[in-house]
């Protein structure tokens, strides 16, 4: 049984103060009071009262609306694809280095990580450098393995064809070590002599992986799917980096994170609006909290259920 | 279903020591024919960045894929000696980066004890002591799990230039202690509860305050969870770009993160330079990675199994 002590109130203060000061004034303040600056306005040099005159703005004006649903549909773009490709890939190669027999677990587990360690400046100068056709190294390897035609002609980061989807598998081949740990934990946690029973009773490699395993570890695909969704929010680096505040070509890179950053804060050639930035925060708020609500009492429960 | 049968050979009676099958020795080697390729995909970008920094801008054109050392059996076997610290030479002359180093050590480092300490010292009175509003405080603490603090950036721009922070190393430190606090708090009042409640008794008895019960007798004991959440936090505060960017710009507070992002942006054309940059960048990173890595992928996959 756990009992708990009734504490001195000074206890108490010295033990919770310095937390709850830090977390309130530079993380739950902030937060709450951009909700509220949504709500106001610059007009004429002074700042007032608007309502949800923001939002209206954001949705109805086509100088705001057209780069909201721009950005939305890629953020979507952004979720499907990691999605469809990150979290299986990284399952599967979880799925290989968890094996007990496999040689050299401990190497494929150090490298599969290794580009997660490092900074998106980084990776994203490393690839848009390689991706250049001046220097060519992966127009090169394409032409090794006779890929040649699908090269676009003003280059993968320059054609609107392609730049969103190489900037989003760039993300993917960089955080896939995530899924691919959140995984490997899982898949290492169950219990070996599950696998041996089912082994015995004549079960192959492939049905114990889809009937045995892969139930066990549900909730963490529940976990990375949640994780990947509130990611593809705070993206912003990935693009900014390898296209600028401005998402070029033609703002078909543009993520709402990065339409957050150049409203609020400007690029070149335009002015900052501290109010519209906001506003845009707290759609993006709205969204992820919407989606978080929706896991934690739609899916997690059913997935523990079961 | 023939490997259904092997599978069983392997373990049964008459067979006491396994003979591999052709099938088992195709079976073992399948792993490999995935994980060498994908190793190979996670590495090259790091190889090639890191080798063609260390030539001259004809050099990485020419012969992008051969180390600045290497041979050659064109007339005859010879060395190929094509090294050239130039790249090197120009960003030492035109980025301060020690101080940006400096920066980004200082940044990381306080963060994390910050962290550390106070999310220890709340997560002790959470998990200790029954108080009114302890459940409140709990749930308080866990929302900036989900919710990227990010999202607040125009209030909290306002927050740290009234507090005289703005463009200080302190406005990131803190920063990123708020950032980090939820999941600390969250996994430390986990293995907290965990600690035998007579352990603490006993010393209470021997007349220790609630300070050393804490400081001495609790986090000894926790230390795998210490581990884990500084693993968790470390990365993303060093490879930070957001909130350098936003909160801290200026030359003298930049940390590596911001300082290559501007360099590279600066110097986008000159070839040598960006590569001696990225690969600084790199290095430390890699080489912290290489010895921990063990260390590293189990604090992380302890944080994700609870």
Same mark, same amino acid.
């Given at each position: 049984?756990?009992?708990?002590?009734?504490?001195?109130?000074?206890?108490?203060? $010295?033990?919770?103060?310095?937390?709850?000061?830090?977390?309130?004034?530079?993380?739950?303040?902030?937060?709450?009071?951009?909700?509220?600056?949504?709500?106001?306005?610059?007009?004429?040099?002074?700042?007032?009262?608007?309502?949800?005159?923001?939002?209206?703005?954001?949705?109805?004006?086509?100088?705001?609306?057209?780069?909201?649903?721009?950005?939305?549909?890629?953020?979507?773009?952004?979720?499907?694809?990691?999605?469809?490709?990150?979290?299986?890939?990284?399952?599967?190669?979880?799925?290989?280095?968890?094996?007990?027999?496999?040689?050299?677990?401990?190497?494929?587990?150090?490298?599969?990580?290794?580009?997660?360690?490092?900074?998106?400046?980084?990776?994203?100068?490393?690839?848009?450098?390689?991706?250049?056709?001046?220097?060519?190294?992966?127009?090169?390897?394409?032409?090794?393995?006779?890929?040649?035609?699908?090269?676009?002609?003003?280059?993968?980061?320059?054609?609107?064809?392609?730049?969103?989807?190489?900037? $989003?598998?760039?993300?993917?081949?960089?955080?896939?070590?995530?899924?691919?740990?959140?995984?490997?934990?899982?898949?290492?946690?169950?219990?070996?002599?599950?696998?041996?029973?089912?082994?015995?009773?004549?079960?192959?490699?492939?049905?114990?992986?889809?009937?045995?395993?892969?139930?066990?570890?549900?909730?963490?695909?529940?976990?990375?799917?949640?994780?990947?969704?509130?990611?593809?929010?705070?993206?912003?680096?990935?693009?900014?980096?390898?296209?600028?505040?401005?998402?070029?070509?033609?703002?078909?890179?543009?993520?709402?994170?990065?339409?957050?950053?150049?409203?609020?804060?400007?690029?070149?050639?335009?002015?900052?609006?501290?109010?519209?930035?906001?506003?845009?925060?707290?759609?993006?708020?709205?969204?992820?909290?919407?989606?978080?609500?929706?896991?934690?009492?739609? $899916?997690?429960?059913?997935?523990?259920?079961? | 279903?023939?490997?259904?049968?092997?599978?069983?050979?392997?373990?049964?009676?008459?067979?006491?020591?396994?003979?591999?099958?052709?099938?088992?020795?195709?079976?073992?080697?399948?792993?490999?024919?995935?994980?060498?390729?994908?190793?190979?995909?996670?590495?090259?970008?790091?190889?090639?960045?890191?080798?063609?920094?260390?030539?001259?801008?004809?050099?990485?054109?020419?012969?992008?894929?051969?180390?600045?050392?290497?041979?050659?059996?064109?007339?005859?076997?010879?060395?190929?000696?094509?090294?050239?610290?130039?790249?090197?030479?120009?960003?030492?002359?035109?980025?301060?980066?020690?101080?940006?180093?400096?920066?980004?050590?200082?940044?990381?480092?306080?963060?994390?004890?910050?962290?550390?300490?106070?999310?220890?010292?709340?997560?002790?009175?959470?998990?200790?002591?029954?108080?009114?509003?302890?459940?409140?405080?709990?749930?308080?603490?866990?929302?900036?799990?989900?919710?990227?603090?990010?999202?607040?950036?125009?209030?909290?721009?306002?927050?740290?230039?009234?507090?005289?922070?703005?463009?200080?190393?302190?406005?990131?430190?803190?920063?990123?202690?708020?950032?980090?606090?939820?999941?600390?708090?969250?996994?430390?009042?986990?293995?907290?509860?965990?600690?035998?409640?007579?352990?603490?008794?006993?010393?209470?008895?021997?007349?220790?305050?609630?300070?050393?019960?804490?400081?001495?007798?609790?986090?000894?004991?926790?230390?795998?969870?210490?581990?884990?959440?500084?693993?968790?936090?470390?990365?993303?505060?060093?490879?930070?770009?957001?909130?350098?960017?936003?909160?801290?710009?200026?030359?003298?507070?930049?940390?590596?993160?911001?300082?290559?992002?501007?360099?590279?942006?600066?110097?986008?054309?000159?070839?040598?330079?960006?590569?001696?940059?990225?690969?600084?960048?790199?290095?430390?990173?890699?080489?912290?990675?290489?010895?921990?890595?063990?260390?590293?992928?189990?604090?992380?996959?302890?944080?994700?199994?609870?």
């Amino acid at each position: 049984m756990r009992t708990t002590k009734r504490a001195h109130w000074h206890h108490l203060l $010295i033990f919770i103060g310095p937390a709850v000061l830090i977390y309130s004034v530079f993380l739950a303040l902030p937060l709450v009071d951009s909700l509220r600056l949504s709500l106001y306005s610059r007009v004429d040099g002074e700042v007032v009262f608007v309502g949800l005159q923001n939002f209206d703005k954001l949705l109805n004006n086509p100088f705001f609306s057209e780069r909201f649903w721009g950005a939305l549909k890629h953020n979507f773009a952004w979720f499907v694809l990691f999605m469809a490709i990150q979290n299986p890939v990284g399952l599967l190669l979880a799925a290989l280095v968890s094996s007990p027999k496999l040689k050299g677990a401990a190497f494929y587990r150090t490298v599969i990580f290794t580009p997660t360690t490092m900074s998106i400046v980084i990776i994203g100068w490393a690839w848009t450098l390689m991706l250049n056709p001046l220097w060519g190294i992966v127009n090169d390897i394409l032409n090794f393995f006779r890929l040649g035609a699908i090269i676009p002609s003003r280059g993968w980061l320059g054609s609107e064809d392609t730049a969103l989807i190489v900037v $989003i598998l760039v993300g993917i081949w960089q955080y896939i070590g995530l899924p691919f740990v959140l995984f490997l934990a899982s898949l290492t946690a169950i219990d070996e002599e599950l696998i041996e029973a089912a082994r015995v009773d004549g079960a192959t490699g492939w049905s114990i992986f889809w009937r045995i395993k892969f139930p066990l570890i549900l909730p963490t695909a529940g976990i990375v799917a949640i994780l990947t969704f509130v990611g593809n929010f705070s993206a912003f680096d990935n693009v900014y980096v390898m296209q600028g505040s401005t998402a070029g070509p033609d703002y078909g890179t543009d993520l709402l994170g990065v339409f957050f950053y150049r409203t609020a804060f400007g690029t070149l050639g335009s002015v900052p609006d501290l109010y519209m930035g906001t506003t845009i925060a707290t759609v993006m708020f709205g969204i992820i909290l919407t989606g978080v609500l929706l896991y934690f009492f739609g $899916i997690q429960q059913r997935l523990i259920r079961d | 279903m023939a490997v259904q049968v092997d599978a069983k050979q392997g373990y049964s009676a008459e067979n006491l020591v396994p003979t591999k099958s052709w099938g088992q020795r195709i079976s073992a080697i399948i792993p490999h024919l995935i994980l060498i390729p994908y190793s190979l995909l996670a590495l090259f970008p790091l190889f090639i960045i890191i080798v063609n920094s260390l030539k001259d801008r004809r050099d990485l054109f020419r012969t992008p894929y051969i180390p600045p050392l290497w041979f050659s059996f064109e007339d005859g076997f010879h060395f190929v000696y094509i090294f050239s610290s130039s790249g090197y030479q120009q960003v030492f002359e035109r980025a301060n980066v020690l101080l940006y180093f400096g920066n980004s050590i200082v940044v990381t480092s306080a963060a994390l004890f910050l962290i550390l300490l106070t999310g220890s010292m709340i997560s002790f009175a959470l998990s200790e002591y029954s108080f009114w509003g302890s459940r409140f405080l709990a749930l308080y603490m866990a929302l900036g799990i989900m919710i990227p603090i990010r999202l607040g950036t125009v209030s909290l721009i306002g927050i740290v230039r009234f507090l005289g922070l703005y463009n200080s190393l302190p406005a990131l430190i803190l920063v990123y202690a708020a950032s980090g606090l939820p999941i600390a708090v969250f996994v430390l009042t986990e293995y907290m509860r965990q600690v035998p409640m007579e352990l603490k008794d006993a010393a209470r008895v021997d007349g220790a305050s609630e300070y050393r019960i804490l400081f001495t007798l609790v986090m000894p004991v926790i230390r795998p969870a210490l581990a884990t959440v500084l693993v968790f936090n470390m990365l993303p505060i060093w490879n930070g770009l957001w909130f350098p960017l936003t909160l801290a710009p200026n030359e003298k507070v930049r940390t590596v993160t911001l300082g290559l992002s501007a360099f590279a942006g600066q110097y986008k054309t000159d070839w040598t330079a960006l590569l001696a940059a990225l690969t600084l960048a790199m290095i430390p990173v890699l080489i912290l990675y290489g010895i921990f890595s063990r260390q590293f992928i189990s604090g992380l996959t302890r944080g994700a199994v609870k």
